[in-house]
């Protein structure tokens, strides 16, 4: 008799994205005709870049003829950019080997996947509010008993309060942990740890051995020179941390998909020798996974040309100058924004003390304008609201005059 993954029906969630379609839906059927604009979603709008095409076709056409064709790749990623990849962290100061890195279909992925190769009793710590895979494919994975709807939080897990007291990157846990999450830059609060931040968790998690898995996908939207762009900056990081990236939001890839994981070879866990994690790793993925699609990482070789980057950094500098018109509309009009200025999200305080939701109704019922709750995040989230800088400049600044001019505060 077959049965299923019950932790599956532990997940409390499925329900963020849905309810906000829903009560879009209700909100349509009520002012037909009215377009609602769209402020919520973190997703690429932009076309790729002139190289980026390039590329990608100059994978096509290596397919078309037998003395270049290839078929199954290293299973680990195309060795010359993983070669790229090492060069792109040495200009960082990082000294990291080709075969630390593990080319993917993208950081949800990878972030999903890489509990996996860990303990399956293992303690783990997550931001809250946090991007939703990283406690989902932990209670998939049985690490917590099920919801507790009273605290909104899963049992068993550790939550790292995200607030404005602490500038939203939390303190180490106050007990040993065996896995800690980071996103810095964070989706959804816009915060970035400092480098003092990020050591204080290194520091933590090789007292108590700890792993580290952080997620740097809008590294390349720090413009602020102090603040690390990997954790690997940090001294001691090799040893205790993971770090997924991903070429989604530096470069609009994610309708075409690819990101990577670093490994790092001197990381260890209790018990384990350097090495044995990133075996460990490759190991999943041979078995799991075939590869990068071939066509993909040309043009993720594209991106990491002199060229390509230039061109992936003005992709970056369009979205942060969105950002730029929501803070700036939103604090002219007294609202109090966090986030937005080495990240494309702005973290937004609902006024007089509102709920997320009844924030978004009232957003939405006065202005049109669609954006995401706080709480959707996790529990910390309440009171807050996100909204993304993603978007075509003019529905930007539509959604934004829109607030300035309806918004009754
Ligand atoms: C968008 C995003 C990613 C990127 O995921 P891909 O699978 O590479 O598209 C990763 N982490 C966070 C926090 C994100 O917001």
């Not at 532990?10 to 009560?23: C, N, Q, S, T, V």
């Not at 590329?55 to 010359?80: F, I, R």
């Not at 990997?230 to 890839?253: D, H, Q, V």
């Not at 006024?351 to 924030?359: E, L, T």
């Amino acid at each position: 008799m077959a049965h299923i993954n019950t932790h599956y029906n532990k997940l409390a969630a499925g329900y963020l994205f849905p309810e906000i379609a829903r009560r879009t839906n209700r909100f349509l059927e009520k002012n037909p005709g009215v377009k609602v604009k769209k402020l919520g979603i973190g997703n690429t709008t932009e076309p790729l870049t002139p190289t980026v095409i390039k590329g990608l076709k100059a994978g096509v056409d290596k397919l078309a003829s037998p003395e270049t064709y290839t078929g199954y790749g290293d299973e680990q990623g195309n060795k010359l950019l993983r070669e790229k990849l090492s060069a792109y962290y040495s200009l960082r100061g990082v000294d990291l080997s080709p075969d630390e890195f593990f080319i993917s279909d993208g950081a949800k992925s990878d972030s999903g996947n890489i509990q996996s190769i860990f303990s399956s009793d293992s303690v783990v710590a997550f931001q809250d509010p946090a991007y939703p895979v990283y406690v989902d494919s932990n209670v998939i994975a049985g690490r917590s008993s099920g919801f507790n709807p009273d605290k909104g939080e899963y049992n068993n897990f550790v939550y790292m309060p995200c607030r404005e007291e602490n500038n939203f990157v939390p303190e180490v846990p106050a007990e040993k942990v065996d896995l800690v999450y980071l996103c810095s830059p964070n989706n959804p609060t816009g915060a970035v740890a400092t480098r003092d931040q990020l050591k204080s968790f290194v520091d933590y998690a090789r007292k108590n051995k700890a792993v580290i898995i952080y997620d740097a996908a809008y590294a390349e939207y720090i413009s602020d020179p102090a603040l690390p762009k990997t954790i690997f900056e940090i001294e001691g990081a090799k040893e205790c941390a993971i770090e997924i990236n991903s070429l989604s939001k530096f470069a609009g890839f994610t309708g075409v998909r690819m990101g990577w994981s670093i490994v790092p070879h001197d990381l260890i866990a209790e018990g384990t020798e350097p090495g044995e994690i990133k075996n460990l790793w490759y190991r999943r993925q041979c078995t799991f996974f075939n590869g990068a699609s071939n066509i993909v990482q040309e043009g993720g070789l594209a991106v990491f040309s002199d060229e390509g980057l230039a061109e992936s950094r003005s992709l970056v500098n369009y979205y942060m100058e969105n950002a730029g018109i929501i803070r700036e509309g939103l604090s002219s009009i007294g609202l109090k924004t966090f986030g937005g200025t080495n990240a494309p999200y702005i973290w937004l305080k609902t006024p007089s003390g509102m709920s997320s939701w009844d924030f978004f109704d009232k957003l939405l019922s006065e202005t049109g304008v669609i954006g995401t709750p706080g709480s959707g995040f996790g529990p910390a989230g309440e009171g807050y609201f996100r909204l993304s800088a993603f978007g075509h400049r003019e529905d930007i600044k539509d959604a934004v005059e829109s607030i300035k001019a309806n918004l009754i505060l």
